[in-house]
Structures are given as structure tokens and as C-alpha cells.
């Protein structure tokens, strides 16, 4: 993509390139699919509401343009304006001539001017006039039929014909959702995607993420739809969304300072409609955004009747079309919102807006579409969002409750600066989260220093040494503790609501997971774990408060086996490092979960980068195993072990291999080697696919062979495995998704 500057000419783009921010990863990917080089021909763009997706469409638009050589792009907005499909379709065929032939004459003004189709063919250049000809007097000939799927399918097929002679687009379809209230025969949505998977050309279809495939829904055979690429975009990122207000302040010469422009970021969510619509008002008004006072002031005239506000009602009257409806709708989703969990029975709204289970079909559709309501079959919850609510209270309070304007406005005036503060302290602490929620994704049955979550040992052994010292430690200690794998981990409040009174979301999460490969009941576990607020180390009192807090919640949720763990900034006194030692409750400070995370992240806790790994895949043929034993004799004395540990790594390998070729019932008959230097150990993963002979297996690999040994199947087994955790350091046996593994660890000791 070449590099841009303040000159370059902008074309449908409303931004200046230059100003365009947060969105270049996903620009690169849209104008990489436009390349003549492009394997990928389609895309799905889900958008969240308000996200700029239709300027990320137009920057698109225009960097494809400025390039010359590649597919003509084209961009097409569907809108209510255009009433029936038929009207739809003519407009689209009138842009895609109109913007095929401004790139081919490269003539950026032709794409904003509005030709007719007959003076397009005269602009057409000599090598398209045949082919654009056609297709008008096609076009003309469909129209005076009045038979309208034909003229619907000859507009969307333009594309087809346009790459049949060589003059290749890349369409880009904005606001599809727009195209499903359009009055006519055909089903507008469904018939662009069946007319783009023709075209053999790239394109995108952008519309809603809570709607978009439901609209194209049986439009496409399953495997095309699923093969289609798909691009999520959301809100700015908050640096992004900064850097989105500091520039427009700038461009539009309105005063601005770093407080105020973190509560417009969090206030507004990080929408780059919403602040444009701010910084456009304050500009208008020549107001200023120095102070909190400033913002609240602008954000409450926008919410009444500015840009927020219209865009909210034109929502409205869309979802609901009559006045009396639009009134109801306006109390049901005032009341919602004010309840305690935003959730009331989808029965109850249907009774309150007076409404048949048609029309509340598509009252509830659309207001989820817009995720300004969560339609979940038995309830409707309304979208906890500062701005919508906001909007919710003042009409409700002006157009229902008909209360006297000037007492609206300095209410809400009031009550945003009141909340001002405690939003902007609400960002610090979720800031300044330790992000466990984060830390416990990561978890995939890593074995970690046992010193990590127990900070009685911690304490002991690792209290006020450097980092490097602490790193040396860690790396040199034998006793681990093995992680589960976490499938799912969220905040405890979307678990318990109650405990939201009592800590940020970001500070209390629960994590489900299993302690083995196996996915079964045996194993499955449930991690809680919080972030416990304390500016010295924590105390008693204060660990066995969280304790009973946690437990409520297990016993609230109904989890069967469950693993606390506290963890506080500065640690926990002796008396609380000592109950919860006690009650095998795992514990961290700050600096135990930074070696933590370093370790899961695989800087490991030495961080002295990625581990070394061999990977070997062996038959399971007689003496096969002797490869394995050179290959780890080789790799062994590359890390100077002694030759008597060599000795015992071998042997142990080549009973792990003889194990899996006698006991695996595997059909491809193979065994998997891994081999990975990790710092001052050595760890070997002996692995087979298919089920294995069973055998009672206690927790760390050994088996109950109740047979005593000897003779058969069991008792060889037993004995091998037996063996093996005679010569190695660690070694543990689990059953994963479609096999075995056994994982061997030799430290090395100089």
C-alpha cells in the first residue's frame, strides 16, 4: 500500500487518509482482497453499531482508486430512501457504470457526479463502449417489461459482464441490512450474495454483526457461506479513540485537554460516530472541551436534539412506525432499563406495547439488530450503554411523562457531571486491573514453580530478591504445580450478580477448565479467582472475607470442585499466608503473577525466549525405538548432562515407546516424539492416537495394577511405567482427545 500523505485527494472518503485512525490493520486487509493478486474473492464484514464502517468502506474505496492496475472498486450504500428493490437495483447499476467508468478515465469528480445511463455510455471509454451499451439498452428493454426479478438480476449481474470483457470490480455493498424493508418480489439481501458468489470477482457484503447472517440466510449453500472470509469491526480501541478526539480538536479548532478528552472516550464508548458528533457541536458552537462541565453540557444538547439525539429517534421511528407505538416502545425500554438486571419477560413487553407476536417479532429484531436490546427467546434485555440510556430517560421523560423541558435538561446536566468522576475513577481501576481473566486463558496444562501460587513459599524463599535472582530461582525449582486447560473464563458477576456490588468486573473472574486431556466429569474443575484491593499486604480478616465471598459464589452457581485463588498486589501478611496454605487456597502477589505471566506467555520464567523443540514421528515397528533413544542421546549431550542421566533418559524413552506400540490400539500405527530443552530441563513427549488398553491409572501416572504385576497386559504396563519414574524427575500419564501422552522431565544438575 504506498505510503500517504496530507495531498493525496480524497474521493467518496469523508476523513483525510492521514486522519483516518485505528482501522489500518483491517484497510490493509480490504485493500489486500481488492489486489489484482487477491486469492480470497468474497468477505463478510460484520459491524458493530456505530463502529465507521461505511468510512472504512469509502478509505477502502479511495486507496484502490489512487492505485492504478487492479480491479475497479465499487461502493454501494443501500438505503430505506430507495422504497422498493426495483429502485435499489437501477441505482446500484447507475453506480457501478458511473464508478467503472470514472476509475477507467481516472476521473475522481465523475465518481460524486450523478450521469445518466445514456451519458455514461458517452464517457465510456472506446475498449468498455460495446459491453456498457449492451447493458443500457439490456437495462431499458427489462424496465419496459415491468418484470422485475429480470431486471433485479440483469442490474446485480453488471459486475459479470463488466469481467467478461475485462473490466474486473470489486464491489463493496454497505449497509445490506437497509435492503430488507425494501417493498418488491425479490429478497434484495439474499439475491446481492447469490449474484457476488457468481461474479468470480472479490466483494464484500458489510452489514450488522447481529444481523448479517440471517440476512443472507439460504441465499448460499452452507459450504460457500462458511467459506466466505469474515471480518469482525468494533469500537475504536481506547488509544485509537484518543488519538481519534485529539485530532479532530485539532482540525476543528476546538480547545482541548487530556482529562476531558479521556471522559468523551469513555463516555462515548469509543464510537467514532459519537465523537465526531461532539467535536462537530462544539465546533458549531464554538465551544471548548476543557473541562467536564463543557462536555456534559454539549453531550446533554446533543442527546435533546443534535446529531445523538436525531440518530437515536430516526432508530425508533424505524422500529416502531406509529406515534402511540413509538410511546409504548419508549416506556417498555425506560422501564427495563431502570431494572436492576435490564431484563423483563418477552411476555410482558408484548403485553405492554399492546403489540401481536408479529409486530413484537419485529419490533425486538430490530432493536437487537441495533443492539439497542438483547431479544434472548423468554426475556428482553436492554443494552447497558451510557449514551442510549441516556437518550431512553430524556424522551421518556419528555414525550411520556410530558415533564417541563427546562427541568429535563438541568436534571440530566446534573446527574452526568455528578457521574463524570466516578466513570473516569471506574476506567483507572479497570486500567490498573491485574487482567486475570487474561492470565487464566492462557492456562493449557502447563506445569509452573509451585513458589507461583503458593505465597508462603514465595515469601520464604523469592521476598525481596532481584528479578534476576528470582528468575534463577524459579527456573532451578523441581516442585510444579500442573495447571488445568481453561475452556471458558468470564467475570463472576456475569456468573453471580451480587458479587458486582462488591469488586470490579475485572477483578473477580471464574474459569472453567479440566485437569486432564480427558474431558470427562472426573476432571473437570472450576477456577475462582480475584483480585483482592489492598495497598499493604493483605490481611487475615481480609483473605478469609474474599474466601467466604468465593465460596458463596460456588455454592450460588452450583460448582462441584472448585480452586481459590486470591491475589493481591502487595501479597498477604503471615497470618493470611498461613489460613491459606491452610486451606490449600492458592495465593499470588503482583510479582508472582508477572513471573506467571511471563511463563505462560512462553518468555518462560527465566525469560530467556523460546524453548528449543525437536519433533520426531516413528512407526510402530520392531526397534523403532532406538531412533528415539539416538535422537535424545544426540540432544541430551548437546546440553551437557552426565552419561549416567543419559543412560536413564534413554531407557526410559525406549520403554515409553514400547509401551505405546504393545498398548495403543491406534489404526495408523505410528508413535510421536517431542523433544523440548526447556532452560536446565529436558521434557519428552511420548504420544499415540487411538484408544489405549485400559488401566487404573492413580493421579500422577502410576498404575494401580491390582494384579501385583508380572504376567499380561496390565502388569507389564505397570511395571514400564513403574520403571520410568524411577529415572525420571517427573513423568505423568493422561488421556487426551484422541489418544494418550506421557510427558517425561529430566532437570539437568551440574
Same mark, same amino acid.
Not at 480547545?255 to 465546533?283: F, G, H, M
Not at 502447563?446 to 528479578?467: C, E, I, K, N
Not at 551437557?640 to 534413554?650: G, Q, R, S, T, V
Given at each position: 500500500?504506498?505510503?500517504?500523505?496530507?495531498?493525496?485527494?480524497?474521493?467518496?472518503?469523508?476523513?483525510?487518509?492521514?486522519?483516518?485512525?485505528?482501522?489500518?490493520?483491517?484497510?490493509?486487509?480490504?485493500?489486500?482482497?481488492? %489486489?489484482?493478486?487477491?486469492?480470497?474473492?468474497? $468477505?463478510?464484514?460484520?459491524?458493530?453499531?456505530? %463502529?465507521?464502517?461505511?468510512?472504512?468502506?469509502?478509505?477502502?474505496?479511495?486507496?484502490?482508486?489512487?492505485?492504478?492496475?487492479?480491479?475497479?472498486?465499487?461502493?454501494?450504500?443501500?438505503?430505506?430512501?430507495?422504497?422498493?428493490?426495483?429502485?435499489?437495483?437501477?441505482?446500484?447499476?447507475?453506480?457501478?457504470?458511473?464508478?467503472?467508468?470514472?476509475?477507467?478515465?481516472?476521473?475522481?469528480?465523475?465518481?460524486?457526479?450523478?450521469?445518466?445511463?445514456?451519458?455514461?455510455?458517452?464517457?465510456?471509454?472506446?475498449?468498455?463502449?460495446?459491453?456498457?451499451?449492451?447493458?443500457?439498452?439490456?437495462?431499458?428493454?427489462?424496465?419496459?417489461?415491468?418484470?422485475?426479478?429480470?431486471?433485479?438480476?440483469?442490474?446485480?449481474?453488471?459486475?459479470?459482464?463488466?469481467?467478461?470483457?475485462?473490466?474486473?470490480?470489486?464491489?463493496?455493498?454497505?449497509?445490506?441490512?437497509?435492503?430488507?424493508?425494501?417493498?418488491?418480489?425479490?429478497?434484495?439481501?439474499?439475491?446481492?450474495?447469490?449474484?457476488?458468489?457468481? /461474479?468470480?470477482?472479490?466483494?464484500?457484503? *458489510?452489514?450488522?454483526?447481529?444481523?448479517?447472517?440471517?440476512?443472507?440466510?439460504?441465499?448460499?449453500?452452507?459450504?460457500?457461506?462458511?467459506?466466505?472470509?469474515?471480518?469482525?469491526?468494533?469500537?475504536?480501541?481506547?488509544?485509537?479513540?484518543?488519538?481519534?478526539?485529539?485530532?479532530?480538536?485539532?482540525?476543528?479548532?476546538?480547545?482541548?485537554?487530556?482529562?476531558?478528552?479521556?471522559?468523551?472516550?469513555?463516555? $462515548?464508548?469509543?464510537?467514532?460516530?459519537?465523537?465526531?458528533?461532539?467535536?462537530?457541536?462544539?465546533?458549531?458552537?464554538?465551544?471548548?472541551?476543557?473541562?467536564?462541565?463543557?462536555?456534559?453540557?454539549?453531550?446533554?444538547?446533543?442527546?435533546?436534539?443534535?446529531?445523538?439525539?436525531?440518530?437515536?429517534? %430516526?432508530?425508533?421511528?424505524?422500529?416502531?412506525?406509529?406515534?402511540?407505538?413509538?410511546?409504548?416502545?419508549?416506556?417498555?425500554?425506560?422501564?427495563?432499563?431502570?431494572?436492576?438486571?435490564?431484563?423483563?419477560? &418477552?411476555?410482558? /413487553?408484548?403485553?405492554?406495547?399492546?403489540?401481536?407476536?408479529?409486530?413484537?417479532?419485529?419490533?425486538?429484531?430490530?432493536?437487537?439488530?441495533?443492539?439497542?436490546?438483547?431479544?434472548?427467546?423468554?426475556?428482553?434485555?436492554?443494552?447497558?450503554?451510557?449514551?442510549?440510556?441516556?437518550?431512553?430517560?430524556?424522551?421518556?421523560?419528555?414525550?411520556?411523562?410530558?415533564?417541563?423541558?427546562?427541568?429535563?435538561?438541568?436534571?440530566?446536566?446534573?446527574?452526568?457531571?455528578?457521574?463524570?468522576?466516578?466513570?473516569?475513577?471506574?476506567?483507572?481501576?479497570?486500567?490498573?486491573?491485574?487482567?486475570?481473566?487474561?492470565?487464566?486463558?492462557?492456562?493449557?496444562?502447563?506445569?509452573?514453580?509451585?513458589?507461583?501460587?503458593?505465597?508462603?513459599?514465595?515469601?520464604?524463599?523469592?521476598?525481596?530478591?532481584?528479578?534476576?535472582?528470582?528468575? &534463577?530461582?524459579?527456573?532451578?525449582?523441581?516442585?510444579?504445580?500442573?495447571?488445568?486447560?481453561?475452556?471458558?473464563?468470564?467475570?463472576?458477576?456475569?456468573?453471580?450478580?451480587?458479587?458486582?456490588?462488591?469488586?470490579?468486573?475485572?477483578?473477580?473472574?471464574?474459569?472453567?477448565?479440566?485437569?486432564?486431556?480427558?474431558?470427562?466429569?472426573?476432571?473437570?474443575?472450576?477456577?475462582?479467582?480475584?483480585?483482592?484491593? %489492598?495497598?499493604?499486604?493483605?490481611?487475615?480478616?481480609?483473605?478469609?472475607?474474599?474466601?467466604?465471598?468465593?465460596?458463596?459464589?460456588?455454592?450460588?452457581?452450583?460448582?462441584?470442585?472448585?480452586?481459590?485463588?486470591?491475589?493481591?498486589?502487595?501479597?498477604?501478611?503471615?497470618?493470611?499466608?498461613?489460613?491459606?496454605?491452610?486451606?490449600?487456597?492458592?495465593?499470588?502477589?503482583?510479582?508472582? $503473577?508477572?513471573?506467571?505471566?511471563?511463563?505462560?506467555?512462553?518468555?518462560?520464567?527465566?525469560?530467556?525466549?523460546?524453548?528449543?523443540?525437536?519433533?520426531?514421528?516413528?512407526?510402530?515397528?520392531?526397534? &523403532?525405538?532406538?531412533?528415539? *533413544?539416538?535422537?535424545?542421546?544426540?540432544?541430551?549431550?548437546?546440553?551437557?548432562?552426565?552419561?549416567?542421566?543419559?543412560?536413564?533418559?534413554?531407557?526410559?524413552?525406549?520403554? &515409553?515407546?514400547?509401551?505405546?506400540?504393545?498398548?495403543?490400539?491406534?489404526?495408523?500405527?505410528?508413535?510421536?516424539?517431542?523433544?523440548?530443552?526447556?532452560?536446565?530441563?529436558?521434557?519428552?513427549?511420548?504420544?499415540?492416537?487411538?484408544?489405549?488398553?485400559?488401566?487404573?491409572?492413580?493421579?500422577?501416572?502410576?498404575?494401580?495394577?491390582?494384579?501385583?504385576?508380572?504376567?499380561?497386559?496390565?502388569?507389564?504396563?505397570? /511395571?514400564?511405567?513403574?520403571?520410568?519414574?524411577?529415572?525420571?524427575?517427573?513423568?505423568?500419564?493422561?488421556?487426551?482427545?484422541?489418544?494418550?501422552?506421557?510427558?517425561?522431565?529430566?532437570?539437568?544438575?551440574?
Amino acid at each position: 500500500m504506498p505510503v500517504r500523505t496530507p495531498r493525496q485527494r480524497r474521493v467518496l472518503a469523508r476523513v483525510a487518509p492521514e486522519q483516518f485512525v485505528g482501522r489500518g490493520e483491517q484497510l490493509r486487509e480490504l485493500t489486500a482482497l481488492g %489486489s489484482a493478486r487477491a486469492e480470497q474473492k468474497g $468477505l463478510l464484514l460484520f459491524a458493530a453499531p456505530q %463502529s465507521g464502517v461505511s468510512e472504512l468502506l469509502r478509505q477502502t474505496f479511495d486507496e484502490l482508486f489512487r492505485q492504478r492496475g487492479g480491479p475497479t472498486p465499487v461502493y454501494f450504500a443501500f438505503a430505506r430512501t430507495d422504497a422498493a428493490t426495483t429502485a435499489a437495483a437501477r441505482r446500484f447499476l447507475q453506480t457501478f457504470l458511473t464508478q467503472v467508468v470514472a476509475h477507467r478515465r481516472d476521473d475522481p469528480a465523475l465518481v460524486s457526479a450523478t450521469p445518466t445511463l445514456r451519458t455514461l455510455l458517452d464517457l465510456a471509454a472506446p475498449q468498455d463502449y460495446e459491453w456498457v451499451e449492451r447493458l443500457v439498452q439490456d437495462f431499458e428493454r427489462a424496465q419496459g417489461e415491468g418484470d422485475e426479478r429480470a431486471l433485479v438480476r440483469l442490474c446485480l449481474g453488471a459486475p459479470q459482464q463488466a469481467a467478461a470483457h475485462g473490466a474486473r470490480a470489486f464491489v463493496m455493498f454497505d449497509d445490506i441490512h437497509a435492503a430488507e424493508g425494501l417493498h418488491g418480489e425479490v429478497a434484495l439481501g439474499p439475491a446481492v450474495a447469490q449474484a457476488a458468489a457468481q /461474479w468470480g470477482a472479490p466483494f464484500v457484503i *458489510a452489514g450488522p454483526r447481529r444481523r448479517l447472517l440471517d440476512l443472507l440466510n439460504g441465499s448460499l449453500p452452507l459450504a460457500a457461506l462458511e467459506g466466505l472470509r469474515r471480518l469482525h469491526l468494533d469500537r475504536l480501541k481506547e488509544a485509537d479513540a484518543r488519538a481519534l478526539v485529539e485530532g479532530l480538536a485539532q482540525r476543528l479548532g476546538v480547545a482541548l485537554n487530556d482529562e476531558t478528552r479521556d471522559l468523551v472516550v469513555q463516555q $462515548l464508548e469509543a464510537s467514532p460516530y459519537l465523537i465526531n458528533a461532539i467535536l462537530d457541536a462544539a465546533r458549531a458552537k464554538g465551544a471548548g472541551l476543557t473541562s467536564f462541565r463543557e462536555f456534559q453540557g454539549l453531550y446533554v444538547d446533543e442527546l435533546l436534539g443534535g446529531r445523538v439525539g436525531r440518530r437515536y429517534a %430516526s432508530v425508533l421511528e424505524d422500529v416502531a412506525a406509529t406515534p402511540a407505538l413509538r410511546r409504548g416502545l419508549l416506556r417498555v425500554l425506560y422501564e427495563s432499563a431502570a431494572h436492576p438486571t435490564g431484563k423483563v419477560p &418477552a411476555e410482558v /413487553w408484548m403485553k405492554r406495547l399492546g403489540a401481536d407476536a408479529l409486530e413484537f417479532e419485529r419490533v425486538v429484531r430490530l432493536l437487537h439488530m441495533h443492539e439497542l436490546a438483547s431479544f434472548h427467546a423468554t426475556y428482553v434485555e436492554t443494552t447497558p450503554s451510557t449514551p442510549w440510556r441516556d437518550f431512553l430517560r430524556v424522551s421518556y421523560r419528555l414525550q411520556v411523562a410530558a415533564e417541563p423541558r427546562a427541568l429535563v435538561v438541568a436534571d440530566t446536566l446534573v446527574e452526568a457531571l455528578k457521574r463524570a468522576p466516578q466513570t473516569m475513577a471506574r476506567h483507572y481501576r479497570r486500567e490498573s486491573a491485574l487482567g486475570l481473566a487474561d492470565v487464566l486463558r492462557a492456562f493449557n496444562f502447563q506445569r509452573v514453580p509451585a513458589s507461583l501460587l503458593r505465597y508462603d513459599r514465595w515469601a520464604r524463599a523469592y521476598r525481596g530478591l532481584a528479578r534476576e535472582e528470582a528468575q &534463577a530461582g524459579l527456573s532451578a525449582e523441581t516442585d510444579a504445580l500442573p495447571l488445568p486447560q481453561v475452556v471458558h473464563a468470564a467475570s463472576c458477576a456475569s456468573f453471580h450478580p451480587p458479587i458486582a456490588q462488591l469488586c470490579d468486573e475485572e477483578r473477580c473472574t471464574v474459569a472453567h477448565g479440566f485437569e486432564s486431556g480427558a474431558y470427562n466429569a472426573g476432571g473437570e474443575v472450576v477456577w475462582l479467582a480475584v483480585e483482592v484491593e %489492598s495497598k499493604l499486604e493483605a490481611g487475615r480478616a481480609l483473605a478469609e472475607l474474599w474466601l467466604e465471598r468465593l465460596e458463596q459464589v460456588a455454592q450460588a452457581c452450583g460448582f462441584d470442585r472448585v480452586r481459590f485463588w486470591l491475589v493481591a498486589r502487595e501479597g498477604f501478611s503471615g497470618e493470611a499466608a498461613e489460613l491459606l496454605s491452610e486451606r490449600d487456597v492458592y495465593s499470588s502477589g503482583r510479582e508472582q $503473577l508477572e513471573h506467571l505471566t511471563a511463563l505462560l506467555s512462553g518468555a518462560g520464567a527465566g525469560g530467556s525466549g523460546e524453548a528449543d523443540e525437536f519433533a520426531i514421528e516413528l512407526p510402530m515397528t520392531e526397534d &523403532a525405538e532406538l531412533i528415539a *533413544a539416538h535422537t535424545v542421546e544426540q540432544i541430551a549431550r548437546r546440553m551437557e548432562f552426565e552419561p549416567e542421566a543419559i543412560n536413564k533418559i534413554k531407557t526410559a524413552l525406549v520403554e &515409553a515407546c514400547i509401551n505405546a506400540a504393545e498398548h495403543s490400539l491406534s489404526t495408523e500405527r505410528k508413535i510421536y516424539n517431542r523433544f523440548r530443552v526447556e532452560g536446565d530441563k529436558l521434557v519428552i513427549t511420548v504420544s499415540s492416537r487411538g484408544l489405549s488398553v485400559p488401566v487404573t491409572l492413580p493421579e500422577n501416572g502410576v498404575p494401580a495394577d491390582k494384579n501385583g504385576g508380572g504376567e499380561g497386559t496390565k502388569g507389564r504396563r505397570g /511395571w514400564g511405567l513403574k520403571l520410568i519414574r524411577t529415572l525420571m524427575d517427573d513423568v505423568e500419564f493422561e488421556r487426551v482427545d484422541d489418544g494418550t501422552r506421557l510427558r517425561m522431565t529430566k532437570y539437568l544438575r551440574k
